[in-house]
């Protein structure tokens, strides 16, 4: 089975890290909405600082990775309770 790869951004060290797999984005976008709206954590103390990206495409069978350019999926802010109710509809 195939899964995309994604990872998030943070905007003060500029790297990408904190890099996981999920079957669709809008699953890989709920992460990220937990992650931003569990207290006492980074993401959820300086939400406008990280990004969520989609960054690559991961074969199980083959264990091969497809890169591709990050995509822009949603910014730590945006999903933070009070700001937003629901994770976005984005195409796959």
């Known amino acids: 089975m195939k899964v995309k790869v994604y990872a998030v951004y ?6 990408y890290k904190q890099t996981f797999t999920a079957t669709a984005r809008g699953e890989a976008l709920r992460s990220f909405m937990t992650a931003v709206n569990t207290p006492n954590t980074s993401l959820h ?5 990280f990004e969520l ?7 199980d069978l ?9 995509l822009l ?18 195409e796959q």
């Open 10 to 15: 943070d905007n003060k060290s500029l790297v």
């Open 73 to 90: 999926l949603g910014r730590g802010s945006e999903y933070k309770k009070g700001k937003t109710n629901e994770v976005q509809n984005i």
């Open 45 to 49: 103390d300086y939400p406008e600082d």
């Open 53 to 59: 990206y989609e960054i690559a495409e991961y074969d």
């Open 62 to 70: 083959t264990a091969e990775y497809t890169n591709q350019a990050p």
